[in-house]
């Protein structure tokens, strides 16, 4: 048995695509290790999204390369910068590393690295599919309460400052039937909630059955008791889904809808497909239909030419909206990408810092009011871990609308439902007591 460390960086899709890896070699001569130093083989699954997300990768594979001295090791690396590194390879053969794995070609992982060791020569396989899902593997997970599972792959929206399209290729679903049976087996491993994953994840489509269809399928699996999603695009909410969301308890009430930008010149140079009133329009809408619903959203500051009236813009929905939390970015030029091609990255670093901290303080104003409105109410967590980052005397679990909630610990453990009275809250989490433990 040949040992394998693998760490992942990115999304959530990493994560999955982690696990299906994990799958993959243990199923031939490969056991996996928590430690680096154990390993003779080490997997970075990576992410290109921004270019401090590249940059981390590197300077993991030359602490590895360091930290190993002159002990043998094979370094692989997988995910979004595969392509990338394949390219690096190609000019520079002396780069520490030893083969490289794009995300549609793990099953072939295997036997790359059977190259690697064989005839002692650098592989790559870093070619996208249009067809797969890895529908046949069931990947190998951690446990717990949360099973991320990916029903479709790939992104064909183009955002134009976005590499994950050139990256991950295609958009693709998989069928209802491979999704619910492995929804079913992980309901008789015990887990209760499930996250179906998605570039576009509201794009689902499948021989006439679209993501309500899915959604609706789903909940009818015994033992899983909460469905996330993410991330949906606004493009996608047609009617039946908003009604599947709103009207079926066991889909939570969270949706995580990027706005990246709130000026309509800037969202058209982004290709987003919407306008800042087609975005309210939209939130307005979810909100009137879906009550106690929680927003979270994905922000970029200094989009190129991106003007201070036009970030005013941003400003502007993000204090009408009110998101209940938001994941803020400056702009980073990805290669490759139609913004790379067509608009120089022109928005002094400077402005972009300005910008992304204002914003902060504003959404961390409004994150706190909106949990502290949360005092006093009665909700239900599904308790994650038996501590919390900061002590072992409190657990952790998350509401409905996937706010992280921290409570004493007692007479009941991870996997369970109860019921918990919020009594204080920072801009991050809800805290209070437990005054009942449900029984499902
Ligand atoms: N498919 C998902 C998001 C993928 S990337 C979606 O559409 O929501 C996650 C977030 O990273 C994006 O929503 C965007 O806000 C940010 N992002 C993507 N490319 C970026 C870039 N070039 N610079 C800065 N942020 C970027
Ligand atoms: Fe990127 Fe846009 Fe696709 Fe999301 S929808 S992955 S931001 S191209
Ligand atoms: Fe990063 Fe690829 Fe996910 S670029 S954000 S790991 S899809």
Do not use: W
């Given at each position: 048995?040949?040992?394998v ?5 990115g999304c ?14 243990t199923?031939?001569?490969?056991e ?5 130093e154990?390993?003779?083989?080490i997997?970075?699954?990576?992410c ?5 997300a ?8 030359h602490?590895?390369r360091s930290?190993k001295?002159?002990e043998?090791?094979?370094i ?6 595969a392509?990338?590194?394949r390219?690096?390879l190609?000019k520079?053969p ?5 083969f490289?794995?794009?995300?549609d ?17 650098k592989?790559f396989?870093?070619?996208?599919s249009?067809?797969?899902?890895y ?6 997970r951690e446990g717990?309460?949360n099973?991320w ?7 064909d929206?183009?955002c134009t400052f ?6 991950r ?6 069928s209802p ?5 492995e929804i079913r087996?992980?309901a008789q491993e015990?887990f209760r909630?499930v ?5 576009n994840v ?6 006439g ?6 959604l609706?399928?789903?909940s009818?699996v015994d033992?899983?008791e909460?469905?996330r999603f ?11 889904l ?9 889909v ?10 709130g000026?309509d010149r800037?969202?058209d ?7 800042q009133?087609?975005?309210l ?5 979810l ?9 979270t959203?994905?922000?970029i500051?200094?989009?190129p030419t991106e ?19 938001a ?5 980073s ?6 913004a790379?091609?067509?608009?120089p990255?022109?928005v002094?670093e400077e402005?972009k810092?300005e910008?992304?901290v204002?914003?902060?303080e ?6 706190l009011?909106?949990?502290r ?6 909700h239900?967590?599904?308790?994650e871990?038996e501590r919390?980052k900061?002590?072992?005397?409190d657990?952790?679990?998350r509401?409905?609308g996937?706010?992280i909630?921290i409570f004493p610990k ?11 009275k ?11 007591r437990v005054?009942?433990?449900l029984e499902?």
């Open positions: 048995m040949k040992k460390y693998i760490e992942t960086f959530q899709m990493n994560e999955y695509d982690t696990e299906l890896v994990r799958a993959i070699l199923k031939e001569k490969y996996f290790t928590s430690s680096p154990d390993a003779e083989i997997l970075l699954n990576t290109s999204v921004r270019e401090n590249n940059r981390k990768v590197y300077g993991r594979i602490k590895i930290e001295g002159k043998r090791v094979l692989g690396v997988l995910g979004c910068m392509t990338n590194f390219q690096d190609l520079d002396n780069l520490p590393i030893d490289v794995v794009g995300p070609s793990y099953k072939r992982l295997p036997n790359l690295i059977r190259e690697v060791e064989e005839e002692g020569k592989a396989d870093v070619t996208l249009e067809f797969e899902t529908s046949d593997v069931y990947p190998l717990g309460v099973a599972i990916a029903v479709m792959r790939g992104c929206n183009f976005c590499v994950v399209p050139y990256t290729g295609r958009e693709r679903s998989r039937e491979s999704v619910l049976e087996r992980l015990g909630q996250t179906l994953l998605g570039q509201n794009s689902y489509r499948y021989e059955k679209d993501f309500a269809d899915l609706e399928m789903v009818k033992g899983i909460r469905i993410t991330s949906p695009h606004p493009k996608d909410f047609p009617e039946r908003i009604e599947v969301i709103a009207e079926n308890p066991k939570c009430k969270h949706i995580h809808l990027p706005l990246q930008a000026n800037i969202l140079l982004m290709n987003r497909t919407y306008t009133k087609e975005f329009e939209l939130v307005e809408k909100r009137d239909r879906i009550p106690g619903l929680v927003l959203t994905d922000i500051v200094g989009f003007t201070d009236e036009e970030f005013e813009d941003t400003v502007k929905v993000v204090r009408e909206v009110e998101f209940d939390s994941f803020i970015f400056k702009y030029e990805r290669p490759k990408t139609i790379a091609r067509k608009y990255d022109d002094p402005v810092t910008r992304i204002r914003l902060n504003i959404q961390k104003e409004i994150s009011k909106k949990n409105a949360h005092i006093g109410e009665v239900e967590v599904l308790i871990e919390t900061k002590s072992d005397q657990y952790q679990g509401n409905d996937n706010k909630v007692g007479n009941y453990g991870r996997g369970q439902f109860v019921e918990v919020i009594e204080d809250a920072t801009a991050n989490v809800l805290k209070g005054i009942k433990v499902k």
